[in-house]
């Protein structure tokens, strides 16, 4: 009565009556995918965040903002220093040949890079 076609096209018409979810929950390929999009988006969730608080070019304040010269504005703390401090610490995790460059001395002298290791 059944031949083995009929045994492998049925795994397939159960998972026709399920709702999505339950879909892509039984499938274990699926596990890999949902782990990789959700650390994406929570990266690029956190970059984004931290672009907005801490980038000393975000104005949210409304008179910042709306101000026409805006390096004629106090400055708002030690935000661009901690900001330029970051980029030049993740721009030396490892030695090449730009970051060893001798041109880049005076910011490896500055007090804020001193725990930077060349």
């Known amino acids: 009565m059944y031949t083995d076609t009929d045994k ?36 690029a969730t956190g970059m984004s965040l931290r672009y907005l608080f801490t980038n000393p070019d975000v104005y949210v304040n409304k008179e910042e903002r709306f101000t026409e010269l805006h390096h004629t504005l106090e400055p708002r703390g030690d935000r661009g220093s901690s900001w330029r401090q970051f ?3 993740m721009a030396n995790l490892q030695r090449n040949p730009i970051n060893q460059s001798r041109q880049f001395d005076d910011l490896f002298a500055k007090v804020e890079n001193q725990n930077v290791k060349r």
Do not use: E, H
Request: proline share 5%; with cysteine; charged share 20%.
């Open 87 to 89: 980029r030049f610490r």
């Open 8 to 43: 492998m096209v049925q795994p397939i018409v159960k998972r026709g009556g399920y709702k999505l979810l339950n879909l892509w929950t039984t499938d274990k390929g699926t596990f890999p995918v949902v782990f990789c999009a959700s650390f994406a988006a929570v990266g």
